[in-house]
């Protein structure tokens, strides 16, 4: 199979993939293309000239919401969330890999965390506050809310990473004579950083696209995804596509910044060998 | 696997379990012992009533609804596993740089980091009446009038399923075949098998781990979903999560309550069914 020329199987196979990829970029390009559309321009082709028109309009004072403070909010809580994230799997990962009492209760907890629907999550949160009549605000129902879809990925990918992962890295650091803090500072850290990254970018972008997680949980003011989705039914003009271009901007801006940090960490790594032991 | 009383390790998993204690246990606990209330239309009342399901089950709609559900969910996961593995074989056994392997499978996976609500908006533009479709094919003269069922219909719900959760499909599956010893496509072929006996009679069997895996994300999704209905079918659909966030929006908390304890049942009764093909532990 893997020798030899190509046979008439994998041309057909490379063109159905090639047809996927255009089904799953192509209408974001669509719209990318028409944010740019002219100011007397409607919400779909024939584009009426190209301006940044929707784009001033965008962060100009709306009618109805408030993008720059939604954008504002999914941001913060989004960082907020990937650092808890990371803090968190990681920890909880180091703690399963000796079997304790509860763990499979807590693995099954996460699994559960997963499949139920995200709606069922926000109805119970927010009901919760109802019943306890505290109000429900993006900085901690919602915040709340979100953790409960990062962290079982976190965990997960925690999970698969030590079960890869060589004791003797960290019994030779003990045998040196590191403390436990130091072995996981300078030996298991520098060791799992790449995957540490994935859970990152996992906390970052699952927070800041949630949507049915925030929707009862996020109280009086919005995060982003709400936000649009508010202007979806308001807002039947081209500055829709412009806020879409953005928000996918920001997405792929993260993307690329963990990709980056990814090769970076690699590239180290290739140069020095594993850079275990080498963080001063 | 020896059990330790470590408390480093309690400490180190005392976060977790206390999101998952705050954020999901007593929440779901919450919804249960709600949908036992009884309410009016401005207030909840903390008694202990069974009409909350019994309204839900003996009416017509509720059954109408999950029928609808489930058929999108069986429609999208066939869908989504036919695309998906096709797209894994391909990744998996024809691609032969694993650099190249990488760079496609990031291909695949990047619009997974990017809005949902955003991917479902771009589909106007091109599903409209006055689309890029519906252009296209009036262009090549193949239609004499735009397609209306393009838009806010079953077949966009659908369509925008497939787009947004393929990707739960792929990863699992080809994350099985990498799996698979390439010496055991040697052997079946040496033993005189088509490719296509390979596929059925080897690979196929030892991708049921990843299979049941995609399947419980896409199916638990489609279940739960009620955005991408709400918008794509333009209101014309229904699904069961969109009859409990229309309760929800009408303040009848506990008849939104029992919905989603029926809801979380059925979900938990497929899910269970799927798990016995996969030990989710032994996949990490």
């Given at each position: 199979?893997?020798?030899?020329?190509?046979?008439?199987?994998?041309?057909?196979?490379?063109?159905?993939?090639?047809?996927?990829?255009?089904?799953?970029?192509?209408?974001?390009?669509?719209?990318?293309?028409?944010?740019?559309?002219?100011?007397?321009?409607?919400?779909?082709?024939?584009?009426?000239?190209?301006?940044?028109?929707?784009?001033?309009?965008?962060?100009?004072?709306?009618?109805?919401?408030?993008?720059?403070?939604?954008?504002?909010?999914?941001?913060?809580?989004?960082?907020?969330?990937?650092?808890?994230?990371?803090?968190?799997?990681?920890?909880?990962?180091?703690?399963?890999?000796?079997?304790?009492r509860g763990s499979s209760i807590l693995f099954y907890l996460a699994i559960a965390s997963?499949?139920?629907?995200?709606?069922?999550?926000?109805?119970?949160?927010?009901?919760?506050?109802?019943?306890?009549?505290?109000?429900?605000?993006?900085?901690?129902?919602?915040?709340?809310?979100?953790?409960?879809?990062?962290?079982?990925?976190?965990?997960?990918?925690?999970?698969?990473?030590?079960?890869?992962?060589?004791?003797?890295?960290?019994?030779?650091?003990?045998?040196?004579?590191?403390?436990?803090?130091?072995?996981?500072?300078?030996?298991?850290?520098?060791?799992?950083?790449?995957?540490?990254?994935?859970?990152?970018?996992?906390?970052?972008?699952?927070?800041?696209?949630?949507?049915?997680?925030?929707?009862?949980?996020?109280?009086?003011?919005?995060?982003?995804?709400?936000?649009?989705?508010?202007?979806?039914?308001?807002?039947?003009?081209?500055?829709?596509?412009?806020?879409?271009?953005?928000?996918?901007?920001?997405?792929?801006?993260?993307?690329?910044?963990?990709?980056?940090?990814?090769?970076?960490?690699?590239?180290?790594?290739?140069?020095?060998?594993?850079?275990?032991?080498?963080?001063? | 696997?020896?059990?330790?009383?470590?408390?480093?390790?309690?400490?180190?998993?005392?976060?977790?379990?206390?999101?998952?204690?705050?954020?999901?246990?007593?929440?779901?606990?919450?919804?249960?012992?709600?949908?036992?209330?009884?309410?009016?239309?401005?207030?909840?009342?903390?008694?202990?009533?069974?009409?909350?399901?019994?309204?839900?089950?003996?009416?017509?709609?509720?059954?109408?609804?999950?029928?609808?559900?489930?058929?999108?969910?069986?429609?999208?996961?066939?869908?989504?596993?036919?695309?998906?593995?096709?797209?894994?074989?391909?990744?998996?056994?024809?691609?032969?740089?694993?650099?190249?392997?990488?760079?496609?499978?990031?291909?695949?996976?990047?619009?997974?980091?990017?809005?949902?609500?955003?991917?479902?908006?771009?589909?106007?533009?091109?599903?409209?009446?006055?689309?890029?479709?519906?252009?296209?094919?009036?262009?090549?003269?193949?239609?004499?009038?735009?397609?209306?069922?393009?838009?806010?219909?079953?077949?966009?719900?659908?369509?925008?399923?497939?787009?947004?959760?393929?990707?739960?499909?792929?990863?699992?599956?080809?994350?099985?075949?990498?799996?698979?010893?390439?010496?055991?496509?040697?052997?079946?072929?040496?033993?005189?098998?088509?490719?296509?006996?390979?596929?059925?009679?080897?690979?196929?069997?030892?991708?049921?781990?990843?299979?049941?895996?995609?399947?419980?994300?896409?199916?638990?999704?489609?279940?739960?979903?009620?955005?991408?209905?709400?918008?794509?079918?333009?209101?014309?659909?229904?699904?069961?999560?969109?009859?409990?966030?229309?309760?929800?929006?009408?303040?009848?908390?506990?008849?939104?309550?029992?919905?989603?304890?029926?809801?979380?049942?059925?979900?938990?009764?497929?899910?269970?069914?799927?798990?016995?093909?996969?030990?989710?532990?032994?996949?990490?």
């Amino acid at each position: 199979m893997r020798h030899g020329k190509r046979g008439p199987a994998f041309w057909l196979l490379a063109a159905f993939f090639a047809l996927f990829v255009l089904f799953l970029y192509g209408p974001t390009l669509t719209i990318l293309v028409l944010s740019f559309q002219g100011p007397q321009g409607q919400l779909t082709f024939p584009m009426t000239g190209v301006s940044l028109h929707w784009f001033y309009n965008l962060f100009e004072t709306q009618l109805v919401g408030d993008i720059a403070g939604a954008l504002k909010r999914s941001l913060v809580l989004g960082v907020v969330v990937m650092v808890v994230t990371m803090v968190f799997s990681f920890s909880a990962g180091l703690a399963f890999r000796s079997r304790f009492r509860g763990s499979s209760i807590l693995f099954y907890l996460a699994i559960a965390s997963l499949i139920v629907p995200s709606i069922l999550i926000s109805l119970g949160i927010g009901l919760l506050f109802r019943v306890l009549d505290l109000d429900p605000a993006w900085y901690s129902s919602a915040f709340g809310a979100h953790l409960t879809w990062t962290l079982p990925f976190g965990l997960l990918i925690m999970l698969a990473v030590f079960n890869r992962f060589d004791r003797r890295y960290e019994e030779a650091a003990r045998d040196l004579g590191a403390t436990p803090w130091q072995t996981i500072r300078h030996v298991v850290i520098p060791i799992v950083l790449p995957s540490l990254i994935g859970v990152g970018l996992f906390g970052f972008t699952l927070s800041y696209d949630e949507f049915a997680r925030s929707l009862y949980t996020s109280g009086t003011f919005n995060t982003l995804p709400l936000e649009i989705y508010g202007m979806t039914t308001n807002i039947t003009t081209p500055v829709l596509y412009a806020l879409g271009s953005v928000t996918t901007g920001v997405s792929f801006l993260v993307i690329a910044v963990a990709l980056v940090s990814f090769t970076i960490v690699r590239r180290r790594r290739e140069r020095h060998g594993s850079d275990a032991g080498k963080a001063a | 696997m020896t059990r330790t009383r470590n408390w480093t390790t309690y400490f180190q998993v005392t976060p977790l379990a206390l999101v998952f204690l705050v954020f999901l246990v007593i929440p779901i606990v919450t919804i249960v012992v709600v949908s036992f209330f009884d309410y009016t239309t401005t207030s909840i009342i903390p008694t202990f009533i069974l009409q909350n399901y019994e309204e839900l089950l003996l009416s017509p709609v509720t059954w109408q609804t999950y029928l609808q559900t489930v058929q999108f969910a069986l429609i999208t996961w066939a869908l989504t596993f036919l695309i998906g593995f096709t797209l894994a074989y391909f990744l998996a056994f024809h691609v032969r740089s694993s650099t190249w392997q990488q760079v496609l499978f990031l291909v695949c996976t990047i619009p997974f980091w990017t809005s949902n609500v955003i991917r479902m908006i771009s589909w106007i533009p091109f599903l409209g009446r006055n689309g890029l479709a519906n252009q296209t094919l009036l262009q090549m003269g193949l239609i004499h009038q735009p397609l209306e069922f393009l838009l806010y219909s079953n077949f966009s719900v659908v369509l925008v399923y497939v787009h947004l959760y393929t990707l739960f499909m792929v990863v699992p599956i080809f994350n099985s075949m990498m799996r698979i010893d390439r010496a055991l496509l040697e052997a079946a072929i040496d033993g005189g098998a088509t490719g296509w006996q390979t596929l059925t009679n080897v690979i196929l069997p030892l991708c049921k781990p990843g299979i049941a895996i995609g399947s419980i994300f896409v199916v638990t999704i489609v279940m739960g979903d009620f955005v991408t209905v709400r918008m794509m079918s333009g209101g014309l659909s229904a699904s069961v999560a969109l009859m409990m966030a229309n309760a929800m929006s009408l303040l009848q908390y506990p008849a939104a309550a029992a919905n989603a304890v029926v809801l979380l049942i059925v979900v938990l009764m497929i899910v269970a069914a799927m798990m016995r093909v996969v030990d989710i532990r032994k996949e990490l």
